[in-house]
């Protein structure tokens, strides 16, 4: 059993990932950063801690991690949000948390990245999504240089069916959709895998397995 770390814990995948962690005997500790968002991830398991990695500092997360063996980046600024935000929480946040694990000794760490980061830009390109891009390209680069166990998946556009428990799952997996609930189950079945540490893959709905995706 293992207790896991989740920054990100109050968006929808977080929801998911304190579910399956819960559901497979491991535990779950949520980073909230707002105080109403804490009763519901209580509700579903969790321990919390209330900080906003926006303006903490990486010694202050660092405390929340004691007794942590793994933590997961699910974080993002999210629909709506400013060129600015990108930054601040979908690179910034992820930096953050691998300064901060590595002061709590905390050597796990997965990130939920995103399709195509690696992919040129055009010059036309959107600012907003530009920077969601940007900051999810430079926060997978900086991860892969953090010397932390780290496992990196990038889905393609997400959707709010159930899980199908089926997936595609490789470093050139290709664009498709996958549902919200089997990015979180990717998510538990990489932390219990030490195969997947050090891969950085794709992920879309498929035909395999997700254990069996996992462990390839």
Same mark, same amino acid.
């Given at each position: 059993m293992a207790k896991v770390a989740i920054v990100g814990a109050h968006g929808q995948i977080g929801k998911?990932?304190?579910?399956? /962690?819960?559901? +497979?005997?491991?535990?779950? /500790?949520g980073i909230a950063?707002?105080?109403? +968002?804490?009763?519901?991830l209580r509700k579903l398991g969790a321990e919390t801690v209330l900080l906003d990695?926006?303006?903490?500092?990486?010694?202050?997360?660092?405390?929340?991690? +004691?007794?942590?063996?793994?933590?997961?980046?699910?974080?993002?600024?999210?629909?709506?949000?400013?060129?600015?935000?990108?930054?601040?929480?979908?690179y910034a946040g992820s930096v953050l948390l691998a300064d901060a694990a590595k002061l709590a000794g905390v050597s796990r760490f997965? +990130?939920?990245s995103a399709i195509g980061a690696d992919d040129p830009l055009k010059p036309d390109t959107d600012p907003v999504w530009k920077a969601?891009?940007?900051?999810?390209?430079?926060?997978?680069?900086?991860?892969r240089a953090s010397g932390l166990e780290w496992t990196i998946i990038r889905p393609g556009p997400l959707t709010n069916s159930p899980a199908t428990g089926m997936?595609? /799952?490789?470093?050139h997996a290709g664009r498709?959709?996958?549902?919200?609930?089997?990015?979180a189950l990717v998510v538990v079945a990489a932390i219990d895998a030490d195969s997947s540490i050090g891969k950085q893959w794709e992920l879309r709905g498929g035909t395999t397995p997700i254990r069996d995706a996992v462990c390839q």
């Open positions: 998911l990932l304190i579910k399956h /962690l819960r559901a +497979q005997g491991h535990e779950a /500790l950063r707002k105080e109403e +968002q804490i009763p519901t990695i926006e303006s903490a500092t990486a010694e202050q997360l660092a405390t929340g991690l +004691q007794g942590v063996d793994a933590v997961v980046f699910a974080a993002g600024a999210g629909a709506g949000s400013t060129a600015e935000r990108k930054h601040t929480v979908d997965v +990130q939920i969601y891009i940007e900051a999810k390209r430079d926060a997978d680069i900086s991860l997936v595609t /799952l490789s470093e498709g959709e996958v549902t919200r609930e089997d990015v």
